[in-house]
């Protein structure tokens, strides 16, 4: 499986703008971007995926390396409840692989009143 | 957008016995997943249970200490057997339609507690 890199931590103040990066220089060009967050005591939810151009939606916007070695997730205003941990994850379909998503340790960010 | 269900939500259990946790899905999907995250860990893949075939297991994983059902294609359910402390841990429930574009979705979470 294709490994992604990401801090282990970051901080924000509320209402400022998050750049949460990954580094995935061994990405495949079948394989998505996918980017998933847990909120405390709950169960991952979706966030957002890409495969080669920058795309948005409500919760926020993905950035995409022209290689696509890199990308970063944007939270346009932090808020209390963004606080979360947020994983990037790269996720492909073949035979073998079925689609499954494979965490790594993520990034816990932590949002500042 | 699928909506999953999970029994029990938790449950402290006695060393050697077995659990089955049951995950239900409102709609039909191909694809489920079960996952386990100790504390403070990440999440890690048990296996993929899909409808019509055995499950397949991750490295580390066996069958005879977590067996899978998947009788249908809106449920399925994971045993974990002859357990131990070391099984205490939040047992989640995934679903996803085929293809590296879609979404998956998780179910709240089984909580167990092993003593």
């Known amino acids: 499986d294709a490994k992604t890199t990401q801090p282990n931590s970051m901080e924000s103040n509320e209402e400022e703008p998050v750049h949460l990066p990954c580094n995935h220089s061994?990405?495949?060009?079948?394989?998505?971007i996918h980017w998933y967050r847990q909120l405390p005591s709950q169960g991952p939810e979706y966030v957002i995926h890409?495969?080669?151009s920058n795309v948005n939606n409500r919760m926020a916007s993905l950035a995409i390396a022209e290689d696509r070695k890199s990308s970063t997730l944007i939270l346009h205003r932090a808020t209390l409840r963004d606080a979360a941990v947020y994983y990037c994850i790269l996720r492909g379909f073949d035979s073998s692989n079925t689609g499954k998503l494979i965490f790594g340790q993520g990034t816990t960010l932590q949002v500042k009143p | 957008s699928a909506v999953i269900s999970q029994k029990p939500s938790r449950d402290i259990c006695q060393r050697g016995t077995s659990l089955t946790i049951q995950c239900q899905v409102d709609s039909q999907v191909t694809m489920m997943f079960w996952y386990r995250q100790q504390p403070g860990q990440s999440l890690t893949l048990i296996a993929t249970?899909?409808?019509?075939?055995?499950?397949?297991?991750e490295s580390g994983f066996v069958i005879d200490k977590f067996p899978i059902s998947r009788p249908n294609l809106t449920f399925s359910t994971l045993t974990v057997s002859n357990m131990s402390p070391e099984d205490s841990s939040i047992y989640l429930c995934?679903?996803?339609?085929?293809?590296?574009?879609?979404?998956?979705?998780f179910g709240p979470g089984t909580r167990l507690t092993v003593l």
């Open positions: 061994t990405i495949s060009g079948t394989d998505y």
């Open positions: 890409g495969l080669t």
């Open positions: 249970a899909n409808q019509g075939s055995e499950a397949t297991y």
């Open positions: 995934s679903v996803a339609g085929q293809g590296g574009y879609n979404e998956q979705f």
